[in-house]
Structure formats: structure tokens, C-alpha cells
């Protein structure tokens, strides 16, 4: 079992940052792919970034158009946590944003590839 729990959303300015962290327990992730996926109202859930375990200390990321050379995903593996800098915020980055985390996932940008999922943190982007 893996908990969980991301931090860092808030409200801010269109053009400004914001670095989510995402907090697990119950084991390390060091070998696990993890996920940032985001939902805004009335809409599904998207993939936004995935950092997979290739071996060693190698990791792969993984980002949708949209947001590739804005945001970064990132894990610092002694804090067991994963973390998703955001700049250049737009409106449309408006969303709950999640963590989500899997031993070995069909396809880092599908929902139901993860098991383990957050609560999920308010992104809101002010024009």
C-alpha cells in the first residue's frame, strides 16, 4: 500500500509559479512510475506529467503538449516525494491537480494504469 498526499496549489496570477509536492508512504517509490494528472470542473481527468523508473538512478518523463517546457517533474527519492514545478501559468492550468503512482503501469498516461492515487490539490490561475 502507498498513501499519498500532495501540496503546494494555491491561487495565482496568469504568467505566475507554483510547485506541487506529492508525499508518499508506506514504501519508497523509488521504482514506482509516477503521475500528475489534473481535472478541471465539468471535464475528465488529464495526464500532465510522468516520471518512470528505467534502472539505476535513470528516470524517463513523460508531459502532455500543453504543458511541455512550462512545467517539470521532478522526485527526490530520500524524501520519497514527487514534485510538478509550474511556470508560466495559464487560466486553462485551472484544476484539482493529482499524484499517482504505480508499480508498472500499461501506459504512464492513462488514469487506469495507476492504482494508488491522492487526494488532490486546487490549482486555480487568475487572468
Known amino acids: 500500500q502507498v498513501q499519498l498526499a500532495e501540496s503546494g496549489g494555491g491561487l495565482v496570477q496568469a504568467g505566475g509559479s507554483l510547485r506541487l509536492s506529492c508525499a508518499a508512504s508506506g514504501r519508497t517509490i523509488r521504482d514506482y512510475t509516477m503521475g500528475w494528472f489534473r481535472q478541471a470542473p465539468g471535464k475528465e481527468r488529464e495526464f500532465v506529467a510522468a516520471?518512470?523508473?528505467?534502472?539505476?538512478?535513470?528516470?524517463?518523463?513523460y508531459y502532455r503538449d500543453s504543458v511541455k517546457g512550462r512545467f517539470t517533474i521532478s522526485r527526490d527519492n530520500a524524501k520519497n516525494t514527487v514534485y510538478l514545478q509550474m511556470n508560466s501559468l495559464k487560466p486553462e492550468d485551472t484544476a484539482v491537480y493529482y499524484c499517482?503512482?504505480?508499480?508498472?503501469?500499461?501506459?504512464?498516461?492513462?488514469?487506469?494504469?495507476?492504482?494508488?492515487w491522492g487526494q488532490g490539490t486546487q490549482v486555480t490561475v487568475s487572468s
Open positions: 499517482a503512482c504505480d508499480s508498472s503501469p500499461n501506459s504512464y498516461d492513462y488514469t487506469t494504469s495507476y492504482v494508488y
Open positions: 516520471s518512470s523508473w528505467s534502472g539505476g538512478t535513470i528516470y524517463s518523463r
